[in-house]
């Protein structure tokens, strides 16, 4: 799935890296950061998707109003987060100057393409014996 991300970063200019996470914060595939940015990135991105899901449940008309993008502007990057399937979160980072319409097209176009293979399966929350899972 990393060269998929890496895809989408090199169409864009001025995109740096992109992060696919589940819901819950945990890492799946990435690609123009390291490991332990990229654990952190998925904390902050799923915490992002949460307050946007808080934002719809408490305030849009639309009942059960899921998160389309969510951009964060900083004064030396932009983050845009989006939910492209089931349980599973887009990141991506680009510099300001970012085209902000191509981003938001390209993560599109991968959850349109990809929204099956996306989609993180449900963990269960049962409790977990020894040696299985």
Known sequence: MSFLL???VK???GTHSALLLSTDGLRESWYGIGDDDAD????IASGVCSMAQAVGT???PVPEDGLRQMIVELQGLVMFVTAPAERTV???LANP???AKAVSYEMGRLSTQLRQQLATPARDD???QMGTR
Request: hydrophobic share 50%; proline share 9%; charged share 20%.
């Open 6 to 8: 890496e895809r989408l």
């Open 11 to 13: 169409k864009v200019p």
């Open 40 to 43: 952190h990135l998925a904390a």
């Open 58 to 60: 408490g305030f849009s």
């Open 90 to 92: 887009l990141a991506v």
């Open 97 to 99: 100057q970012v085209d």
């Open 126 to 128: 049962g409790p977990a």
